[in-house]
Structure formats: C-alpha cells, structure tokens
C-alpha cells in the first residue's frame, strides 16, 4: 500500500509564496498520473494541478500563471509551487495519485490559508 504525505502548508498573506511538497512511500514511477486538489468547507474537492507520467501538465483555470507542479522522481516526491497565492486559494490541499487498476490514492491534506 503506498502513502502519499503532505507538507508545506500554512498560513501566507496574499501576494506571498508556498511551496507543498507530497512525498509518495513507494516509487511514483507506477502512478499514471499525480496531482493536488483542494477543498474548502461546503464545497466539492476541485482538481487545482495533474503531472501525468510523461511530463504533461494540467492546470485549473483559476491557477494557471500563478502555480506550477512538478515531480522529482529521484525523490518520490511531486510538488506545488504556489505563488501570488489568493485569499480565495484558502483550503486544505490533497495530493492524489491514480495507478492503473487501482482506486486512487489520497494524501492526508495540508491547510494553506491565504490573508489579504
């Protein structure tokens, strides 16, 4: 069973940087494609970023421009560089990773809260 651990939430003013940092516990060559999305209270988990197997990227419209998602498989670990963040980018972000054949894998969440 692998996990995926988030880190590198916490509290920024608006305008400010953050860096989240999901650490898978096995290889992420076996994942097709890896991601974060984000949740805030009363409302549905939306995908924020996707780094597919070959590199390409997928980004929601509300973060394109400002974010960028990368992997390091050395490192089994994907990340989320978040700059120019937005109060409205508050919630708790979720790594989340999908293997063929498999339900997909859930991180714990990390909170990031944005103040203007």
């Known amino acids: 069973q692998v996990q995926l651990v988030e880190s590198g939430g916490g509290l920024v003013q608006a305008g400010g940087s953050l860096r989240l940092s999901c650490a898978a516990s096995?290889?992420?060559?076996?994942?097709?494609?890896l991601g974060w999305f984000r949740q805030t209270p009363g409302k549905q988990r939306e995908l924020v970023a996707t780094?597919?197997?070959?590199?390409?990227?997928n980004y929601a419209d509300s973060v394109k421009g400002r974010f960028n998602i990368s992997r390091d498989n050395a490192k089994n670990t994907v990340y989320l560089q978040m700059n120019s963040l937005k109060p409205e980018d508050t919630a708790v972000y979720y790594c989340?990773?999908?293997?063929?054949?498999?339900?997909?894998?859930w991180g714990q969440g990390t909170q990031v809260t944005v103040s203007s």
């Open positions: 989340h990773g999908v293997k063929y054949g498999f339900a997909p894998y």
């Open positions: 096995r290889t992420i060559f076996s994942f097709t494609t």
């Open positions: 780094i597919s197997n070959d590199g390409s990227t």
